[in-house]
């Protein structure tokens, strides 16, 4: 097991400009031929945000729920790391059946794909990040009392974030293999994280027993810890650093593990 | 000695069976023991390779050759290390590169430029390498100005040529070719042949898959034979391809059989059961074909695969229904889309009928069959002298010619002939090694 995650860390780097030459051509191609192309980075996210404040801040607006102001910026530090990890993950699911034929044609090592499809929504997350940085700013000329220096150490979670959203994909990844059902398990799966993570409300916010709940979410660590940084301007509590540390752990243990179980198989069973 | 090249011994491949209902069972066998096909019964899995071994030294040229499904394209899988065996050891030595399924990531929606890089970079080389060799990929592939288009607007053939360009650069030291040629146009193919011999004659180690037996011969050593994942011959590319094709003669010569004999068993019970078959044979019926065949060898023996120069029979039984005082009996060869290759009959011959009454065997003979290999059908008819036809059959006989390794060539028809050369100046100097004459015991025509 302990092998393994390091073997793949290892293969990681070793291959990390095929890695590279993979997201570039990733994102070349998934706006070529669009009028706005590098754009929609911005603009996707953007929309959605625009979507969920219409009918979380104005539509389903009560103030006994939702009491954060203003609404909007709040929602955005939330939101973006989300479309991170979920369209990561449901690529990184699919990475190794939609290259079939890559995988039959070459001999290269199959974790890329895997981290491929998440680090190329990585770099549409980053490229959307200006976008949290106006609203946190505009947010402070209007007035709020949000963020502060704490911003900086956004990096810090987004890392471990990112092991465990690596780990995840690797898992499964191989699973989608041999159960296709495994994506679609996936997209109802990640909705209902989605609303069981405090990105639309506060976790104050919630009665206890519901708060309970939403605890056992993993996102929910990720979550408050970057609205934390972002929003509220302080630290993160230790004991969310350390939960943050033991899920992105243990995600990464079990997808490595899972796939270099796998990964001998790979190549027929895809 | 150098350790060769490629070195397989007891090599097994077992693939399931498409997907069943023992997805479960796959996983945990996935799992457990890293292979899909421990978990399933000898009736789940299909046995693609069966204990294969053979050799290949550094800087040999093998071709591998056998009917569709008899394990080749698997067994360069294994060698490019696309797929791990299931069973058997194998070992290769130097950088490989698979002229199998050729642009692996390949982006239709991003430039042939572009994707050179990518493929460049999945079959390993760094990007300094791929741009150091960038001119070159460009030129062989010879696509112009299309480099800078996305590729989902080549044709197949440009997606091929750029696809081979990029895999032949990636300098092997053992190059796996698998049926590749055959999309690209007569120029490409040429220059991909032309790329294969510098490898070789570079030193570079060569297992090629095809079915076109004379490219096989012409830049192979050695050749293998498999039939149904077995070795079935290893050694001499001609003495090898030789087997192979006599073996599919003698199996097209047995289906042949088999068809007519259960042609004729229906016949005997039933009607023509359709407007084909029944177009296929026509005549007044005042004389009938009772039965046409193929003898072959000197030995006159019923068969219907030939070698190319061998002597044949064509034997007619006929009856007529009444006693006839004009009649003619002819044979016609054509090949499969109906091109007459030669035909002659009773009457061009010169006999001239007087009169028939009571069943006869006919027989014409020829000492030496001079057909090109290839696939042949013969009408066999008895006919008045104006052309009315007794009794018509179209397609009677269907007859395969094999090659044989003296007698060569293409086209329909092989007449018997040498070459000769004669100097036309004193100047004049030509060194050839003619065909069975070795390397080492060369003549000069002066």
């Known amino acids: 097991m302990l092998a393994a995650m390091v073997d793949l860390a290892r293969t990681l780097v070793r291959y990390r400009s095929l890695l590279w030459t993979l997201v570039m051509r990733e994102l070349r191609a998934r706006y070529r031929g669009s009028v706005l192309g590098f754009l929609w980075s911005l603009l996707n996210p953007l929309l959605l945000l625009a979507v969920y404040s219409f009918v979380f801040g104005m539509i389903l607006k009560r103030s006994d729920l939702v009491a954060v102001e203003p609404y909007g910026v709040f929602l955005v530090t939330g939101l973006f790391p989300w479309i991170w990890v979920s369209t990561s993950l449901l690529e990184g699911c699919t990475s190794l059946t939609a290259n079939g034929g890559l995988i039959r044609k070459a001999v290269f090592p199959v974790e890329v794909l895997p981290a491929v499809a998440v680090a190329a929504n990585l770099v549409h997350f980053l490229l959307a990040l200006p976008i949290v940085g106006v609203a946190l700013v505009a947010g402070r000329l209007l007035g709020y009392p949000i963020s502060g220096w704490t911003a900086v150490l956004l990096p810090a979670v987004l890392a471990i974030e990112l092991v465990m959203v690596a780990g995840l994909a690797f898992a499964l990844s191989a699973l989608c293999v041999h159960f296709k059902d495994v994506r679609d398990l996936l997209g109802n799966l990640l909705v209902l994280a989605f609303f069981l993570a405090p990105i639309i409300y506060t976790l104050s916010d919630l009665p206890p027993r519901f708060a309970k709940v939403v605890q056992l979410n993993p996102m929910t660590s990720f979550t408050t810890a970057t609205q934390d940084l972002l929003f509220f301007g302080r630290l993160p509590e230790l004991h969310v650093w350390a939960i943050m540390a033991a899920i992105a752990a243990v995600s990464w243990v079990a997808g490595a593990g899972l796939f270099s179980r796998l990964s001998d198989t790979l190549a027929e069973a895809v | ?446």
């Open chain 2, 1 to 446: 000695m150098s350790p060769p090249a490629v070195a397989a011994s007891g090599l097994c491949k077992r693939y399931r069976r498409a997907a069943g209902g023992y997805r479960l069972r796959t996983l945990k066998s996935a799992l457990l023991e890293g292979s899909l096909t421990g978990g399933l019964a000898s009736g789940e899995v299909v046995e693609a390779l069966t204990d294969v071994s053979f050799e290949v030294a550094a800087g040999e040229a093998v071709g591998i050759i056998g009917g569709n499904g008899s394990g080749k394209s698997t067994l360069i899988k294994l060698v490019a290390g696309l797929l791990p065996p299931t069973s058997g050891e194998l070992s290769v030595n130097g950088r490989v590169a698979a002229l199998i399924e050729l642009g692996a990531g390949f982006h239709p929606e991003i430039s042939g430029r572009e994707n050179i890089f990518i493929n460049g970079a999945l079959l390993g080389l760094s990007r300094r390498r791929i741009e150091q060799r960038y001119d070159d990929i460009v030129e062989f592939a010879g696509l112009g100005d299309f480099i800078e288009e996305p590729i989902k607007y080549y044709s197949s053939g440009m997606y091929v040529r750029l696809g081979f360009s990029v895999a032949i650069h990636t300098d092997p030291e053992v190059l796996l070719v698998d049926e590749v040629l055959a999309v690209g146009d007569e120029e490409f193919v040429h220059r991909c042949l032309a790329r294969i011999e510098e490898h070789l004659a570079g030193g570079g180690t060569l297992l090629v898959v095809s079915h076109t037996m004379t490219l096989i011969d012409e830049i192979c050593d050695r050749a293998m034979w498999l039939d149904g994942g077995r070795v079935r011959g290893l050694g001499s590319t001609r003495r090898v391809i030789d087997a192979y094709l006599e073996s599919v003669a003698a199996r097209e010569g047995e289906a042949h059989d088999r068809r007519r004999q259960s042609e004729e068993g229906e016949h005997a019970t039933t009607a023509p059961a359709d407007a084909a078959e029944e177009v296929a044979r026509w005549g007044s019926g005042q004389a009938e074909i009772l039965a046409a065949r193929l003898l072959a060898g000197d030995e006159r023996q019923e068969r219907y695969h030939v070698h190319c120069g061998e002597a044949v029979a064509f034997e007619l039984d006929v009856e007529p229904r009444e006693e006839l005082s004009d009649f003619v009996f002819g044979v016609g060869v054509k090949t499969p889309r109906g091109v007459d290759c030669w035909g002659t009959n009773t009457d061009l011959a010169g006999y001239e009928p007087r009169s028939l009454a009571g069943p006869v065997r006919v027989r014409l003979v020829c000492p030496e069959l001079r057909l090109a290999p290839g696939e042949y059908t013969v009408d066999v008819a008895v006919h008045a002298r104006d052309g009315r036809a007794y009794d018509y059959r179209r397609r009677a006989l269907r007859f395969t010619v094999t090659e044989s390794t003296s007698l060569r060539s293409i086209g329909l028809y092989l007449p018997d002939h040498e070459w000769q050369v004669e100097t036309l100046a004193a100047r004049t100097d030509i060194d050839w090694l003619s065909p069975g004459q070795q390397a080492g015991d060369q003549r000069r025509i002066e």
